[in-house]
């Protein structure tokens, strides 16, 4: 919350910190009204630091007692200005005790100790330690942990800290109390500390090294039949990183606690990791395909910042990516490597492909835009980006590409080696990279320093005499905030040669020989590849498996993205041939739609789209992705002045007469794709409902009697959520007769269930007849609310970035619903606020008449008193 006026933070401006904090002792008195924090500190001055005195953060806490080596310190001793208190003169060695208070149950940030469904829980990254007590609360400073949890035990039975229970037992007026310790040094923002009425379930787990572990997954009573998924993902995690990384878990016990109210997806705190309830609790009848695979690379993330984050942490907050962006690379990784196969695989990467498109791309060239280890910031929360986590990860990702999977574990071998138990850099994980492979990688470190999304422009000649391919590339990077210059980023470019039969040609290039995938470094503005030993001409497949997160540009014509969509053998390319097919028609679409002149889509594409459809060799998963347009907001992406509605009736258009075209391809494959018998999450299954689930799709966008019985038939008779979501959706899309009463059963039958209720409000909030006015009216739901975020994102969110056509109303009625929802939940929780008020980043692309109704909006939040950081240096960014 904001105190005074908003301050930006350097990263030049790091220094290291006066003194150094080696053991914290925290006593905890819990109540949600006042709870009483006592703590503990021994701390010696750093050699390496120049400044004299203490600095400790502080933010809503009162101080009761300020003792220095014993004596009481009192005002003047110590000042407290803008949440930092001062001790100018101390000692080389202090042991500081340090009582405060605080109001759990008060606070609606969901940030530091809060209180969530009667239930204390914390949430410290980034600065929510100092929320709890006063504490040097920045990551470079690490140090060894004890906490004592005093509680009722009626109330709070169970009490949790990070690390070891190493004692427990009652306390007189029917409290009790739980001893824990954490073995190993870490920063403030992993503590972590629960108090709560909750059930687990638990079992030992046999380590690498034969040590057993026991592994706790803790939720509500009543959750404990959605708790298995969770645990055997965790599992599965502990194992993969043996595996591939040969990182063991190092601690005796391992626990997951699940929590309603919960501002992110979760949080790695040592040993004890908080998640989000959504990505912790599911059965077949509550969680989809897609909730169950959220799980598993949440999991799996939390799990694996206990090396990447927590045993080397970062130096300050503008490193975040070097835990962020290679924990996302490592939990990508993960997810592929459990579906195990080489096309599920390729899905997973055109899923992350597809959010990079969809939100980083836009991120990067829109107001907001920040390299991934940013220069400065006003509020870190505001930087927990898809530029930091997805940006970063396929920074890694391209370690990998240019080093190899071995060189890569070299790399990673040595950072563990140099950084164990250190706070560092993403400068000093690049050095471990380069340094493992005798690799330079110093141009390299521009992905870390400049924004914008790169732009690769490539052209090819043939030359038949000489049996040569040239294959030009050239390279540029947009201007962005702040970095008017680009220089020239090293680019790894995977580049197959097609050949008429759709095969590979053998590469050779520079004298050297590949296979049938050459990795080209590009590292100037522009360089020319000459392939030689080509025997025909070829089709160029170019930056394969998505090598780096580039936009490419090549004259392709028709026929050979037709060529590519049916055969390249690199199936993200493939896939990304049709996308390409689909956004030149759909831009034409839009054109003709806004024109108001007749829309006209072609037989080639729709047999193209025919072809993948009933081609049984390929995976379904990937004949659903094939099949699945680009979203409204890609499109919007490749337009200079963005028309919503015209984009929304183009895609409507295209998939209505797909549905029309293919009406009986899609009822066949429908049929196959059914999955009788007991629902199972695995890659296969739930490829085969995708397909079967957007076989439906299409069909309801061409509704007739028996696509509206088909949906209708899978909405009563489904086994799973999968298939009830897919059902509902088409029901309400289509505006079928049916919907009003689906919808209705839905709800009462689920009216328990606090995440499947968020999918019923989000799924009308995305609904193309759902209006400004149908949003407020769901908001007077009895079942809604802006506390919890899960709720709020779910309708909110959903319709802001969701449902364009909507939200950009010509009347701006969408812009004034946007703007008062950011006020009133920035008086509540500025961070889920701030999060909302992204959705007006790119409002300089639309309409002069959108665009001034758009700055109207911002202009009242920005206008709006008290307004948190967080929310002023979205708008103030956006405006400026
Ligand atoms: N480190 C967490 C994760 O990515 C995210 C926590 C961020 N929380 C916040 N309030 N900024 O796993
Ligand atoms: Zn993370």
Request: proline fraction near 5%; include cysteine; charged fraction near 25%.
């Amino acid at each position: 919350m904001r105190t005074d006026t908003p301050q930006t933070i350097y990263r030049k401006d790091y220094t290291p910190p006066a003194y150094l904090v080696d053991t914290v002792e925290l006593g905890f008195d819990l109540d949600p009204e006042t709870t009483i924090v006592a703590s503990r500190l021994t701390m010696r001055r750093n050699p390496d630091s120049t400044e004299a005195g203490i600095e400790l953060y502080g933010q809503n806490l009162k101080l009761v007692a300020l003792r220095m080596n014993g004596a009481t310190l009192r005002e003047g001793d110590y000042r407290i200005s803008s949440n930092v208190l001062r001790i100018s003169k101390a000692p080389d060695q202090v042991t500081l005790e340090i009582e405060t208070l605080t109001s759990p149950a008060q606070n609606t940030t969901l940030n530091g100790l809060y209180v969530s469904n009667g239930n204390f829980f914390t949430q410290c990254e980034a600065e929510g330690f100092r929320c709890i007590t006063y504490f040097p609360d920045r990551p470079d400073v690490m140090a060894k942990y004890t906490v004592m949890l005093r509680a009722d035990k009626q109330k709070y039975p169970v009490l949790l800290s990070n690390g070891n229970l190493v004692e427990a037992g009652d306390l007189p007026d029917g409290r009790h109390y739980a001893k824990w310790e954490d073995p190993f040094k870490k920063p403030s923002y992993l503590f972590a500390l629960v108090a709560a009425r909750l059930v687990c379930q638990e079992e030992t787990f046999k380590l690498m090294d034969g040590r057993d572990a026991l592994l706790q997954v803790w939720v509500e009573d009543g959750n404990l039949d959605k708790t298995d998924y969770a645990m055997q993902s965790l599992k599965n995690s502990i194992r993969w990183d043996e595996e591939r990384f040969g990182l063991e878990l190092d601690l005796d016990r391992f626990m997951i606690v699940a929590v309603s109210d919960f501002n992110m997806g979760a949080m790695e705190n040592k040993g004890l990791n908080i998640f989000n309830t959504k990505f912790v609790l599911a059965n077949s009848r509550v969680a989809t395909d897609v909730d169950y695979a959220g799980i598993e690379a949440v999991v799996g993330h939390e799990y694996f910042h206990n090396w990447t984050g927590n045993r080397v942490t970062c130096r300050d907050w503008f490193q975040l990516s070097l835990k962020e962006g290679l924990t996302v690379f490592r939990d990508q990784e993960f997810s592929a490597d459990m579906i195990g196969t080489d096309s599920g695989r390729a899905v997973t990467r055109i899923e992350q492909v597809r959010t990079l498109r969809q939100a980083q791309f836009p991120e990067d060239a829109g107001p907001m835009a920040h390299p991934v280890r940013p220069d400065s910031f006003v509020e870190i929360n505001n930087f927990y980006t898809v530029t930091v986590y997805e940006k970063g990860a396929e920074v890694v990702r391209m370690y990998q590409t240019l080093l190899g999977r071995d060189g890569f574990r070299k790399g990673m071998d040595l950072y563990f080696k140099r950084h164990d138990e250190q706070a560092v850099e993403c400068d000093d994980f690049r050095a471990a990279m380069a340094d493992a492979n005798g690799r330079d990688l110093a141009q390299f470190e521009r992905w870390y320093s400049q924004a914008g999304t790169p732009v690769l422009t490539a052209s090819g000649k043939y030359d038949a005499r000489w049996l040569t391919f040239e294959l030009t590339l050239s390279q540029s990077c947009p201007a962005t905030p702040g970095q008017p210059d680009k220089l020239p980023f090293h680019i790894p470019v995977a580049v197959g040669l097609l050949g008429a039969d759709g095969k590979d040609l053998p590469l050779t290039v520079g004298g050297k020989q590949h296979g049938g995938t050459a990795v080209l470094e590009l590292t100037e503005a522009s360089q020319v590849f000459r392939f030689t030993g080509v025997k025909e001409e070829p089709t160029p497949s170019i930056l394969r498996d998505f090598s780096a997160p580039v936009v490419l540009n090549y004259p392709y014509t028709d026929d050979e993205l037709l060529h590519l969509f049916s055969h390249d053998s690199d199936p993200v390319n493939r896939w990304e041939a049709g996308q390409r097919l689909a956004m030149e028609r759909l831009l034409k679409l839009t054109a003709a739609s806004a024109h108001g002149s007749k829309q006209e889509l072609d037989d080639t594409f729709i047999e193209a789209m025919r072809k993948i459809l009933v081609d049984e060799s390929l995976d379904a998963a990937f004949r659903e992705n094939a099949l699945l347009l680009p979203s409204e907001t890609m499109v919007a992406e490749q337009m200079e002045v963005v028309d919503p509605q015209a984009i929304h009736r183009a895609r409507q258009f295209m998939r209505r007469v797909i549905g029309e075209r293919l009406r009986a391809d899609l009822h066949a494959q429908y049929d196959a794709n059914l999955t009788p018998g007991d629902y199972s999450p695995d890659a296969i299954s739930a490829g085969k409902r995708g397909l079967k689930n957007i076989a439906l799709a299409y069909l309801s966008a061409a509704p007739d009697e028996h696509s509206d019985a088909l949906a209708r038939r899978q909405f009563d008779e489904a086994g799973n959520m999968t298939d009830r979501v897919a059902a509902l959706v088409s029901l309400i899309h289509s505006e079928s007769a049916g919907a009003a009463l689906a919808l209705e059963k839905f709800y009462d039958e689920f009216d328990n269930e606090a995440l499947v209720i968020d999918k019923w409000f989000a799924m009308q909030a995305a609904a193309p007849g759902t209006d400004v006015a149908m949003v407020r009216s769901l908001m007077r739901h009895p079942a809604f609310t802006l506390k919890n975020p899960n709720r709020a994102r779910s309708l909110l969110f959903n319709f802001a970035n969701g449902n364009p056509a909507q939200f950009h109303a010509p009347d701006g009625s969408g812009y004034a619903y946007w703007a008062e929802q950011v006020m009133a939940l920035d008086k509540l929780n500025p961070q889920v606020a701030a999060r909302l008020a992204r959705s007006m980043d790119r409002w300089r692309r639309y309409s002069p008449a959108l665009q001034a109704q758009m700055k109207t909006a911002l202009q009242k939040v920005a206008g709006a008193p008290k307004l948190s950081n967080d929310v002023t240096e979205v708008i103030t960014k956006a405006l400026s």
